[in-house]
């Protein structure tokens, strides 16, 4: 998984509103972290250069495309993707399907969008909370969405489980967008809060995430970002 090349070609840095409107289009996120974990799994990697969009969710994403191909572009969060879709399915009517989380989870999740977005119709199923899915699991997933049959897709099983998912069943999924946005479940059911608009501006929306989340996040900011540092810039000297 070369940096140089994902941030040249793979990155997505136009407009939400020019998004891809043909066929089926399956749009995942990139951030430090996780271009660290797929360098070391190959399925990961692979779902990851076979997005049909693949977002910058990461000040680390902006400085790699920055300092290698000289681009400056702007962050897009998998919060930003979820809102921008969600505005959009409300003006159409459209169905959206919520693959992942708790139940309770889910259920917050479906009384706010029915306070904010009145002609989106929606519907959830939680998957077994274990590493790997059995066949069954598997078919009660994808027959529990294909029943459905949502214009879009959400999924928040976290990464890379939920991307690799999504990239082996893509083809059985009935679903024109399907997105893995991970912890953007939490956000937008109010269980864990995304920080405020001044960490994001700023580039450091990490650090109270951090405070709030030490245990499930140290490893990405202390581990992660130094080897993604060290790789990004090995990249720009061998690029010289």
Known sequence: MNLKEIVSQQIYTASLSDLPSKGKCVINTINPHSYCEAKKDKLFSEALLNSDVLLPDGSGIVLATKVLNGKRINKIAGADIHQYLLETANKKALKVFYLGASTSTLNLIKERIQR???????????????????????????????????????????????????????????????VSIGAVFDFYAGTV???????????????????????????????????????????KIRNK
């Open 116 to 178: 904010e977005f009145a002609d989106i119709k929606v519907a959830t199923f939680s998957p077994p909370f274990k590493a790997n899915f059995s066949l069954k699991d598997n078919d009660i997933m994808l027959e529990k969405i294909n029943d459905f049959n949502p214009n879009i897709l959400f999924v928040g099983m976290t990464a890379p489980k939920q991307e690799k998912w999504v990239y082996i069943n893509k083809h059985k999924i009935k679903a024109k967008t399907i």
């Open 193 to 235: 809060k995304r920080p405020d608009k001044f960490w994001v501006d700023l580039g450091l929306e990490w650090l109270p995430r951090l405070l709030n989340e030490p245990k499930r996040l140290w490893k990405r900011n202390f581990i992660s970002t130094p080897v993604f540092l060290f790789y990004l810039f090995r990249e």
